[in-house]
């Protein structure tokens, strides 16, 4: 089983888009997929069309040894796609978390209990130093960094990448950075804007041993994707499923 967290310390860098995108296609290729949605906002639970009923667990139910991790997994609309939801009781858990004493390891050790059902685990993590961020992080195999195609993004991915060294060296995150993947390109017919192209290649410039992958286009029809539940080449725009597709070539690598 293989864990990737999305993880970005601002918000609006496109972390959720990219994990639903990514989840997607990965279950469409007969992949079992193990969404979780690390956020307490829950916008990656609603992108998969499930809603968390009162009496329902979810991640914060899983986090805390309320249910075990198996009863905190739903089947959703799409084939091998599986989710452990979020909802707002999500904000709760960082007290839990930072007074167990083992906060960054508790999702990495609730994992293993289902580490036979899946091949891979996409995690959408809260976009702050928080402890939820800190448990997501501590559970994953690979990290991926999604940027907005500006300045805030180039600064985000600063933050970010500090963030995740610092828990390396404190050996909280012992896996290993995939890259960054630049979201919101934004291109006025063929030409790509002078604003994304600087940031861009400003990113690769400030860390030139990071892998960046191809940019997410900046487009509404990754918002009728996610409304309709099809993918982008479903609905007829199999280019700006490319950035996807190489993502998809590095995860699913051995």
């Known amino acids: 089983m293989k864990i990737c ?23 469409q290729q007969g992949k079992r997929v193990l969404a979780i949605d690390a956020d307490p906002q829950a916008n990656l639970t609603f ?12 991640l914060m139910e899983v986090l805390t040894g309320v249910v075990t991790t198996e009863d905190g997994i739903y089947a959703t609309q799409y084939p091998n796609l599986f989710v452990i939801p979020a909802d707002r009781s999500l ?3 960082s007290d839990f978390l930072a007074s ?4 960054a390891f508790i999702l990495k050790l609730r994992l293993k209990a289902v580490a036979d059902l899946f091949d891979y685990v996409i995690i959408d993590v809260q976009p702050s130093r928080s402890q939820i961020c800190l448990t997501a992080l501590g559970a994953a195999d690979l990290a991926l960094i999604p940027v907005e195609s500006n300045t805030k993004g180039v600064n985000s991915l600063i ?14 995150f012992t896996g290993s950075i995939l890259g960054a993947i630049p979201f ?7 030409t790509q804007t ?12 400030l860390f030139p041993d990071l892998t960046i992958f191809p940019s997410i286009k900046e487009s509404e029809q990754f918002k009728k994707g996610i409304r309709q539940g099809k993918t982008l080449t479903e609905l007829g725009h199999e280019e700006l499923e490319y950035p996807f597709t190489k993502l998809m070539e590095v995860l699913t690598h051995d």
Not at 100 to 103: A, E, L, V, W
Not at 194 to 205: F, G, K, L, Q
């Open 194 to 205: 002078v604003d994304s192209r600087e940031n861009i290649a400003a990113m690769a410039e």
């Open 91 to 93: 904000f709760k858990v």
């Open 159 to 172: 933050d970010t990448l500090k963030f995740v060294g610092e828990q390396t060296n404190l050996a909280a």
């Open 100 to 103: 167990s004493g083992t906060g």
């Open 47 to 58: 992108y998969l069309g499930q809603e968390v009923e009162e009496n329902e667990p979810s």
């Open 5 to 27: 967290a999305f993880i970005s310390l601002s918000g609006g860098q496109g972390k959720t888009t990219a994990a639903f995108f990514t989840a997607l296609l990965l279950a």
């Open 184 to 190: 919101r390109d934004r291109w006025v017919g063929n």
